[in-house]
């Protein structure tokens, strides 16, 4: 009997697909049972879960490369809204009888490629065979100096309040994916629904934010209501010029077919944008540190005394029928 | 509309029964997006993560108070053989509909339970709808002073080979469960039922491992199959007298109903007892340092040159018709 042929078949799953993953010395190649970093003096380690499961949160026909992309993402998203470096991340795999070698093969090349553009290793992972959809939950580690991570309570009245890149168009690309038919011309539709499968994380923007910000987080049940959970754990309220929003051109013309899209682009969730405040002495500096990280950020309105997020269009404020996405 | 009314109803489950588990003041009382930990100087932190599924890794019957004990426990026991002092962990939970407010209200007892057993609090999760079985994943942290962290690779010939506790009551009575009837006593059957449904992690050993180990695992896929690991990634061989391999009255009681149900006991899963080898002279202040720590330890044998885990009966060798418990 070889080696090989006593490894059982998780070994050589693990073996084949993660290990090219596993780029970091503490993962010891994915051979122990436990991986280990050694944080740099003078840093803390932020820390991060999120779970995706075929069918909830993408559809399950989506490349398996896809969705290891969106797992990762999702993650490393808020660690850029915290102002943290990507230090590694652990990866734990719940797979049908039917997601076999090639989903495997799909699922590892897109963790390999988003580990590799983020600086981003894994450190060890979990796989077991479910009855149920394929689930993927990543825990994520990263790096600010310590005491630095940017929360969510800090933003104070007079603070400016910033997004990044445009809200909604996640949102608009999941009701496309539905069945929607809005007469988008195809690179608006292809847009949208791009913008659904793979979040684009923010992290280029980490070091502005940990710079600038007074409290911060990453847009990812929509804006409306993350802005309001921002505004409770900060204890003040948000006052936002709808017309300062960033929206992309195709989320423009997705609006201008349908009106009532404005409320799903900014109530709907998927954005992986970063939502942060900023003392108003700060400003400019957020904003010269945010271009020279090539990252679109767009004032959208001021903190003041009170509660709750306000959202006003041409001085007439907006409610909403729901201020953010739940699956529960 | 109250503040408490904009909570949506997945922030109202974790405000109401996760919160309380979320100690740690990095955890920041579950308010934001990631939490943190500051290692203390001269650390490492040690990363694991173990996922269990409803009807996979436990019956979907079970008290999910259990349930949240086994997925913290499963994890917990990588880290005492690793060397590791637990410092917190994330926990990624999938429920299908039917898991309503009282299976979370057991769940989260149990978490809360072990987090102060283990002194091993919460520092954040992620709930999820599944229309799958529930999967909880758990990602666990430690520490260990730097570059102290015991390994697989290390064992070197010659070294004795330790195992804890005893071995094979639960994969007995995981075969209970299903139904088997072999006369035992009450309590014999209670026990060996209970070690299924409960793992019992050597953390209490965990320095002891540490100052005496060359090479260290937990046993969690059966004893044949994961000394074999360690063999493998050490490069070496090991010699095993099966009659000084610790069984409990229970275990012993349910062989002599079926000698065949050895075999069971040695490559059967969920042992999560210490396996570790220990250099000769180190062998009586390891025993010393369980002993002071309460765990019973056994040397069942020695670390050869070659290569394989190699079980003798009487001078007989072994042959097993599988090496270890596999879901794939």
């Known amino acids: 009997m070889s080696e090989d042929d006593k490894l059982s078949a998780e070994d050589r799953l693990i073996a084949d697909y993660f290990k090219p993953v596993a780029t970091h010395p503490g993962a010891l190649g994915l051979t122990d049972d436990a991986a280990f970093l050694t944080p740099a003096p003078g840093t803390d380690v932020v820390l991060k879960t999120d779970a995706i499961i075929g069918g909830v949160h993408y559809f399950a026909e989506d490349d398996a490369r896809d969705?290891?992309?969106?797992?990762?993402?999702?993650?490393?998203?808020?660690?850029?809204?915290?102002?943290?470096?990507?230090?590694?991340?652990?990866?734990?795999?719940?797979?049908?009888?039917?997601?076999?070698?090639?989903?495997?093969?799909?699922?590892?090349?897109?963790?390999?490629?988003?580990?590799?553009?983020?600086?981003?290793?894994?450190?060890?992972?979990?796989?077991?065979?479910?009855?149920?959809?394929?689930?993927?939950?990543?825990?994520?580690?990263?790096?600010?100096?310590?005491?630095?991570?940017?929360?969510?309570?800090?933003?104070?009245?007079?603070?400016?309040?910033?997004?990044?890149?445009?809200?909604?168009?996640?949102?608009?690309?999941?009701?496309?994916?539905?069945?929607?038919?809005?007469?988008?011309?195809?690179?608006?539709?292809?847009?949208?629904?791009?913008?659904?499968?793979?979040p684009q994380p923010r992290n280029a923007l980490a070091d502005a934010v940990r710079a600038c910000a007074s409290a911060a987080m990453d847009v990812s049940d929509g804006l409306v209501g993350d802005l309001a959970k921002l505004c409770r754990v900060s204890g003040v309220a948000a006052k936002i010029d709808v017309a300062a929003v960033p929206l992309s051109e195709a989320g423009r013309a997705a609006i201008a077919v349908d009106p009532a899209l404005r409320e799903t682009a900014l109530t709907g969730g998927d954005d992986f944008e970063v939502l942060c405040t900023v003392p108003e002495p700060m400003a400019e500096a957020f904003r010269s540190a945010a271009q020279a990280a090539r990252v679109p950020v767009a004032d959208i309105g001021v903190i003041e005394a009170g509660e709750g997020a306000h959202f006003f269009d041409a001085g007439r404020e907006l409610t909403f029928k729901r201020l953010s996405f739940s699956h529960f």
């Open 67 to 198: 969705v290891a992309r969106k797992a990762l993402r999702v993650n490393l998203s808020d660690l850029a809204a915290k102002g943290a470096t990507p230090l590694g991340f652990l990866v734990s795999l719940a797979l049908p009888e039917d997601a076999g070698a090639d989903w495997l093969a799909r699922f590892a090349l897109g963790l390999r490629e988003d580990a590799a553009a983020f600086a981003c290793p894994l450190f060890g992972g979990d796989t077991v065979r479910t009855p149920g959809p394929v689930m993927v939950s990543v825990a994520m580690f990263g790096s600010v100096p310590t005491g630095a991570m940017v929360r969510r309570a800090g933003a104070r009245p007079g603070h400016r309040i910033f997004v990044s890149g445009s809200i909604g168009d996640a949102a608009l690309g999941l009701v496309l994916r539905r069945g929607a038919i809005w007469n988008l011309t195809s690179a608006q539709r292809g847009h949208l629904i791009a913008r659904y499968l793979l």
